[in-house]
T-cell receptor, first 113, second 112 residues
């Protein structure tokens, strides 16, 4: 079956612009997670949802970052007023339930010029 | 200090060798421990999952957790060139099992 999909796969933007990254989880998966992965590093937790409820947003670096999952399926991670330090691979994962295996998507490579 | 420490390597071994990968952690609340494998330009995929202390074996892979020492290990027997990848440890605490804390990852190369 279809895995986790993310779009766009690559995003190049200018400093100061807003970007929206989309995640489409595996059908039927209750939990959805966002991570950021710098080159040569492990994924860094940002936030996660159970259904449409945001359970933990402690990993969001600052208030320029926000995420939503309004209907408990597709999620959007929004970064406002992007800065060069936001450049990274943004990964989404989903799981059947919160404590189950997390399946990762291919990621969105964000480059802020 | 990071909550989870992992030697980034790289680690290079000949085919057939036994590989030992390790992580240490500082948060005693962690109860769930995972090993993910990540091939180049791909997302991580779950390899092993253990709860609390003890050993778990799956084919050529064995995961060990020593909570008293806050130390986890992954052993790979009869390593193959296809095992060449980055191995990431990850862990979470009860009550917040969705929040995985990852190590930096160890890059492994198995030479034919």
């Amino acid at each position: 079956g279809a895995g986790v999909s993310q779009s766009p796969r690559y995003k190049v933007t200018k400093r100061g612009q807003d970007v929206a990254l989309r995640c489409d989880p595996i059908s039927g998966h209750v939990s959805l997670y966002w991570y950021r992965q710098a080159l040569g590093q492990g994924p860094e937790f940002l936030t996660y949802f159970n259904y449409e409820a945001q359970q933990d947003k402690s990993g969001l670096p600052n208030d320029r970052f926000s995420a939503e999952r309004p209907e408990g399926s597709i999620s959007t991670l929004t970064i406002q007023r992007t800065e060069q330090r936001d450049s990274a691979m943004y990964r989404c994962a989903s799981s059947l339930q919160e404590h189950n295996e997390q399946f990762f998507g291919p990621g969105t490579r964000l480059t802020v010029l | 200090q990071k909550e989870v420490e992992q030697d980034p390597g790289p680690l290079s071994v000949p085919e057939g060798a036994i590989v030992s990968l390790n992580c240490t952690y500082s948060n005693s609340a962690f109860q769930y421990f995972m090993w993910y494998r990540q091939y180049s330009r791909k997302g991580p995929e779950l390899l092993m999952y253990t709860y609390s202390s003890g050993n778990k074996e799956d084919g050529r892979f064995t995961a060990q957790v020593d909570k008293s020492s806050k130390y986890i290990s992954l052993f790979i027997r009869d390593s193959q060139p296809s095992d060449s990848a980055t191995y990431l440890c990850a862990m979470s605490a009860p009550g917040n099992t969705g929040k995985l804390i990852f190590g930096q990852g160890t890059t492994l190369q198995v030479k034919p």
